[in-house]
């Protein structure tokens, strides 16, 4: 049996989002910036897309810049934001769990002369706010929090960030990749002025994402070059990709309900199967303020990527922490910043679920994982 539970790394493309994508590889092939009338059928399609992304979002369409992904986007507001907005100020802020490509950028900016602080969070993972309060000051210009973690599921309170930081004067964005279809969107309420998004992580392709930025809000180009997207990401448009992207989303939230009852049922069978099987064992961050598809669990005594690899060969794709640090092994700063004891940090599982998990395969995974968890501990030294 395959089981795949590693959504929140990727999904897998939906049939009906390929369709769509499919005419703009082969027949509408033209260069979307293009004048002749190929091209401007193209631009047309691009310009909807723009729109429907809007529409869900709640957000200005001439706010949206179409990037290869979220890492792109995250980069592209952090160094674009903080360098068009030295006049203000040059303190950074971003919270101690952000994904790499938030929390590497705001090292390599630290580094080349920034200001930056890492707002710490409290023992369930949520952004401890009285901290980040204290840390917000006059030349503050960006405080970045991602909308939820992709390690442990835990959501933020985007409202009550949103108010804090723009009572202090700062522009607030918000990595919300990990929160669709999750979070109902509206970046406009929630007092979000920069996103960014990934479409590979809601059944979209991957290699498309997209950077939002309010109006009014300096930034500089990250990719310079040709004049797309207003001259603020050179590069020809990806059209097939974007339909992608666009199909994905507008599916995921006409879908939501659907999907949040099926995956929710699914990740706490799970999550009730363990607890009641496995001993020693604890779930890591707030189950209460959690995404339906994530369970973040530490299995006390013996290492993640022994289990993992252990599952693997029996058919199970499960992840220790993010995929970007998949391939190190390096100790998750995202559970250190949970307070796990150091014997625990490196003993954790994230099993993140989807629309296509079965019931079956849930069982055939707590089966396995018994095994699994009962072998490696016969041996371990840590008791
Ligand atoms: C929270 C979060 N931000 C950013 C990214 C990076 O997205 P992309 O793969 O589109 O670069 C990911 C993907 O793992 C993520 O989970």
Same mark, same amino acid.
């Given at each position: 049996?395959?089981?795949?539970?590693?959504?929140?790394?990727?999904?897998?493309?939906?049939?009906?989002?390929l369709a769509k994508m499919?005419?703009?590889?082969?027949?509408?092939?033209?260069?979307?910036?293009?004048?002749?009338?190929?091209?401007? #059928?193209?631009?047309?399609?691009?310009?909807?897309?723009?729109?429907?992304?809007?529409?869900?979002?709640?957000?200005?369409?001439?706010?949206?810049?179409?990037?290869?992904?979220?890492?792109?986007?995250?980069?592209?507001?952090?160094?674009?934001?903080?360098?068009?907005?030295?006049?203000?100020?040059?303190?950074?802020?971003?919270?101690?769990?952000?994904?790499?490509?938030?929390?590497?950028?705001?090292?390599?900016?630290?580094?080349?002369?920034?200001?930056?602080?890492?707002?710490?969070?409290?023992?369930?993972?949520?952004?401890?706010?009285?901290?980040?309060?204290?840390?917000?000051?006059?030349?503050?210009?960006?405080?970045?929090?991602?909308?939820?973690?992709?390690?442990?599921?835990?959501?933020?309170?985007? #409202?009550?960030?949103?108010?804090?930081?723009?009572?202090?004067?700062?522009?607030?964005?918000?990595?919300?990749?990990?929160?669709?279809?999750?979070?109902?969107?509206?970046?406009?309420?929630?007092?979000?002025?920069?996103?960014?998004?990934?479409?590979?992580?809601? @059944?979209?392709?991957?290699?498309?994402?997209?950077?939002?930025?309010?109006?009014?809000?300096?930034?500089?180009?990250l990719i310079a070059g040709?004049?797309?997207?207003?001259?603020?990401?050179?590069?020809?448009?990806?059209?097939?990709?974007?339909?992608?992207?666009?199909?994905?989303?507008?599916?995921? @939230?006409?879908?939501?309900?659907?999907?949040?009852?099926?995956?929710?049922?699914?990740?706490?069978?799970?999550?009730?199967?363990?607890?009641?099987?496995?001993?020693?064992? #604890?779930?890591?961050?707030?189950?209460?303020?959690?995404?339906?598809?994530?369970?973040?669990?530490?299995?006390?005594?013996?290492?993640?990527?022994?289990?993992?690899?252990?599952?693997?060969?029996?058919?199970?794709?499960?992840?220790?922490?993010?995929?970007?640090?998949?391939?190190?092994?390096?100790?998750?700063?995202?559970?250190?910043?949970?307070?796990?004891?150091?014997?625990?940090?490196?003993?954790?599982?994230?099993?993140?679920?989807?629309?296509?998990?079965? #019931?079956?395969?849930?069982?055939?995974?707590?089966?396995?994982?018994?095994?699994?968890?009962?072998?490696?501990?016969?041996?371990?030294?840590?008791?």
């Open positions: 049996m395959k089981v795949y539970l590693d959504n929140a790394a990727t999904t897998p493309l939906d049939e009906r989002v499919k005419p703009y590889f082969s027949l509408e092939y033209a260069n979307a910036s293009a004048i002749h009338f190929m091209g401007q #059928k193209n631009n047309l399609v691009l310009a909807s897309a723009r729109l429907r992304v809007a529409k869900v979002l709640h957000a200005e369409p001439g706010g949206i810049v179409f990037t290869s992904g979220a890492s792109e986007a995250n980069n592209f507001i952090l160094r674009g934001v903080m360098a068009a907005n030295r006049d203000k100020g040059n303190h950074l802020i971003v919270s101690a769990i952000e994904h790499p490509c938030v929390y590497q950028t705001a090292k390599n900016l630290k580094a080349e002369g920034y200001e930056v602080d890492f707002a710490p969070i409290k023992s369930g993972g949520l952004v401890d706010l009285e901290a980040l309060a204290k840390m917000i000051k006059p030349t503050t210009v960006l405080v970045s929090i991602m909308a939820v973690n992709n390690e442990i599921g835990v959501i933020q309170d985007l #409202k009550k960030i949103a108010a804090l930081i723009h009572k202090k004067g700062a522009y607030f964005h918000s990595d919300i990749v990990q929160a669709i279809p999750w979070l109902k969107i509206d970046l406009d309420k929630m007092g979000i002025d920069l996103a960014s998004l990934s479409a590979h992580k809601f @059944y979209g392709p991957k290699g498309v994402g997209l950077a939002y930025g309010r109006k009014g809000i300096k930034i500089k180009a040709g004049e797309q997207e207003n001259g603020l990401r050179a590069g020809t448009y990806n059209l097939p990709g974007i339909v992608g992207l666009t199909e994905a989303l507008e599916l995921a @939230y006409k879908e939501r309900e659907k999907n949040i009852k099926k995956i929710k049922q699914l990740r706490d069978y799970l999550a009730a199967k363990i607890k009641k099987d496995i001993p020693s064992i #604890k779930i890591n961050g707030s189950l209460k303020a959690r995404t339906p598809n994530n369970l973040n669990v530490m299995f006390h005594g013996i290492e993640g990527e022994a289990i993992l690899m252990d599952l693997s060969l029996k058919g199970i794709c499960v992840s220790t922490g993010s995929a970007c640090s998949a391939h190190n092994l390096k100790t998750s700063y995202v559970l250190q910043a949970l307070g796990l004891s150091l014997n625990d940090l490196n003993s954790n599982i994230r099993f993140s679920l989807g629309k296509y998990n079965t #019931k079956a395969e849930i069982d055939y995974t707590v089966k396995c994982l018994k095994e699994t968890v009962k072998r490696l501990r016969s041996f371990s030294p840590i008791k």
